[in-house]
């Protein structure tokens, strides 16, 4: 299995992004998926997981408010949809595999197995 993000750019503070992770190969039900980001000198730090069987999501509070995510498994897809985006939104984005399904620690990166290559996304003031 391989992971593709894709999605990502260059926008003004205010503006919206949609972000999209496609896994080529069958993505089992009983995954969970995740949505990083890592800004330059910072560690790669959690956005978003998705249980793809049951649809629960979480998403960290420092952007709860402005990020969803949300899946279409017949797609092998997983999006991350960012509004009113901000600079310090700023990071390559990745997405990332847990097939162990692991959903009450999926906020750890250590879970995940599988990664995508990420997609940059720029925020400018």
């Known amino acids: 299995v391989q992971l593709q993000a894709s999605g990502g750019g260059l926008v003004q503070a205010g503006g919206s992004l949609r972000l999209s992770c496609t896994a080529s190969?069958?993505?089992?039900?009983?995954?969970?998926m995740g949505w990083f980001r890592q800004a330059p000198g910072k560690e790669r730090e959690f956005v978003a997981s998705?249980?793809?069987?049951?649809?629960?999501?979480y998403i960290t509070g420092l952007v709860r408010d402005r990020f969803t995510i949300s899946r279409d498994n017949a797609e092998n897809t997983i999006y991350l949809e960012m509004n009113n985006l901000k600079p310090q939104d700023t990071a390559v984005y990745f997405c990332?595999?847990?097939?162990?399904?692991?959903?009450?620690?999926?906020?750890?990166?250590?879970?995940?197995?599988?990664w995508g290559q990420g997609t940059q996304v720029t925020v400018s003031s």
């Open positions: 990332a595999a847990d097939p162990s399904g692991r959903w009450r620690t999926s906020r750890l990166k250590k879970n995940y197995e599988l």
């Open positions: 190969g069958h993505i089992f039900s009983s995954y969970v």
């Open positions: 998705i249980d793809l069987d049951a649809g629960l999501t």
